[in-house]
C-alpha cells in the first residue's frame, strides 16, 4: 500500500513525530511537506494522552515516531522522563495506530546491546541477540521496543547508531560531527573515546533506506539500520578533521578516562544481514560523512 501509493502520487499523509529533529527532518525533506504532518514540541506532545485527539484530526495514513529522549547521560538521573518518552509514548501511539489498521514505524539504539562477555566480541549484533542495556536510557529504549511489538506485531522498529544530521529544533544542539568542528575551532584540546566502536549515520542517509524499507511492505518487527563499516568516536573525529583538513590537537581516552554518567557498549556495531536480505544497505560511514561535511555550514 505504502509504495504503490507513494509511487501513484497519491496524496498519502505521513504523521512525522518530532519533525524537526534530526530524523524527522531528513524524512520530512525526503518524504516532501506537502505529504507531512508534522508533530512537535510545542504544539504536540507525544506523552500527553490528548496527542491522540489531534493524530485523529489529521487522517494519516502512517506514523513516523522520531522522538526520544536522547540524553544518555541525563537518563540516569531523570529515568522517568527517559521512560515516559521512549517507552510509554511509542507504546500509546503504537496503540492508536493499531486500532486503526494505521503503520507504526519507532526507532530504537544499539545501546539496547551490552558487553559481550565471552566469544563474539568484534561481530556485529543481529536483531535476536540478547539485548542488555548497560544505562538507563537503553532499558528505557527497549522497554519501548518490547512494548510497542506487543501491542501491534506489525509495527517497525528500526534500530540504528550514532544518528548526526541538520534539524530544525528550537533547542541549541549540535551533533557530534559539528560539536567537533566547533570544538576544533576553538582550538582546545580535544579528547574523544577510542574504546567504544560504533558504525556513525548520517540522518540523510538513514531517512533515504527507510522510505525505500517501507516501499518494501516487510514483516513487522525490529530491523537494524546503521553506516557499513565500524570505527571508535576517536577514528570518526580523526576522519571529520583529516576531511576537513584541519589538526586540532585530538587525544584519544578510553570510556573510563572519560567518565561519563552513564555506561556504553564497547562495541555496538549493528549487522546488516538483515535489511541486505531486502536488498537495502546504507553507504559506508566515511562516505557520509565526506556528504555531510560537503553541505555543513561549519
Ligand atoms: N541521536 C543519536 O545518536 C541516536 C542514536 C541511536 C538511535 N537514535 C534514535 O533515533 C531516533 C531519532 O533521533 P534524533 O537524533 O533524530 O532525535 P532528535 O534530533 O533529538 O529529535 C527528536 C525530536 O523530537 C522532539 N521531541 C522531544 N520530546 C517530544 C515530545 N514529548 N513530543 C513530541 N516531540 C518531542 C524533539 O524536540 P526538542 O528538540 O525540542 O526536544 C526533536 O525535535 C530516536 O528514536 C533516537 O532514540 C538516535
Redesign the pocket.
Known amino acids: 500500500m505504502f509504495q504503490r501509493n507513494m509511487q501513484a502520487g497519491n496524496q498519502m499523509r505521513i504523521g512525522i513525530?518530532?519533525s524537526?529533529?534530526?530524523?524527522?527532518s531528513a524524512l520530512s525533506r525526503l518524504i516532501g511537506m506537502e505529504r507531512v504532518v508534522g508533530?512537535?514540541?510545542p504544539d504536540?506532545?507525544?506523552?500527553n494522552p490528548d496527542c491522540l485527539t489531534q493524530i485523529a484530526s489529521e487522517n494519516i495514513d502512517c506514523l513516523i515516531n522520531?522522538?526520544?529522549f536522547?540524553d544518555v547521560d541525563r537518563a540516569e538521573s531523570d529515568t522517568d522522563e527517559a521512560f515516559r518518552?521512549n517507552a510509554f509514548?511509542p507504546v500509546q501511539l503504537s496503540s492508536y495506530c493499531a486500532a486503526r489498521n494505521i503503520r507504526f514505524v519507532t526507532?530504537?539504539?544499539?545501546y539496547v546491546f551490552g558487553n559481550r562477555v565471552s566469544s563474539g566480541h568484534g561481530r556485529p549484533w543481529t536483531e535476536t541477540d540478547e539485548a542488555l542495556p548497560l544505562s538507563v536510557y537503553g532499558v528505557s529504549?527497549w522497554a519501548g521496543e518490547r512494548l510497542v511489538l506487543n501491542r501491534d506485531p506489525r509495527a517497525y522498529v528500526i534500530r540504528?547508531?550514532?544518528?548526526y544530521g541538520t534539524?530544525r529544533?528550537?533547542?541549541p544542539?549540535k551533533n557530534f560531527v559539528d560539536l567537533m568542528l566547533q570544538l576544533g575551532k576553538e582550538g582546545k584540546t580535544i579528547r574523544v573515546v577510542s574504546d567504544q566502536i560504533v558504525a556513525p549515520t548520517s540522518?540523510e542517509s538513514l531517512a533515504a533506506t527507510v522510505l525505500e524499507f517501507l516501499g518494501s511492505e516487510p514483516p513487522g518487527g525490529i530491523y537494524h539500520m546503521a553506516s557499513s563499516g565500524e570505527c571508535s568516536w576517536y577514528e570518526f573525529a580523526a576522519a571529520i578533521f583529516r576531511i576537513r583538513g584541519i589538526a586540532p590537537a585530538l587525544v584519544p581516552v578510553t570510556q573510563a578516562e572519560y567518565g561519563a554518567k552513564a555506561k556504553r557498549p564497547s562495541y555496538s556495531v549493528l549487522s546488516q544481514v538483515k535489511i541486505h536480505g531486502l536488498g537495502l544497505s546504507l553507504p559506508h560511514w566515511e562516505m557520509s560523512l565526506k556528504e555531510y561535511l560537503g553541505n555543513s555550514p561549519f
Open positions: 513525530v518530532g524537526r529533529g534530526q530524523l524527522g508533530l512537535d514540541l504536540f506532545d507525544a506523552t522520531t522522538s526520544a536522547n518518552l509514548a526507532f530504537s539504539t544499539d529504549k540504528t547508531c550514532g544518528l534539524h529544533s528550537s533547542r544542539k540522518t
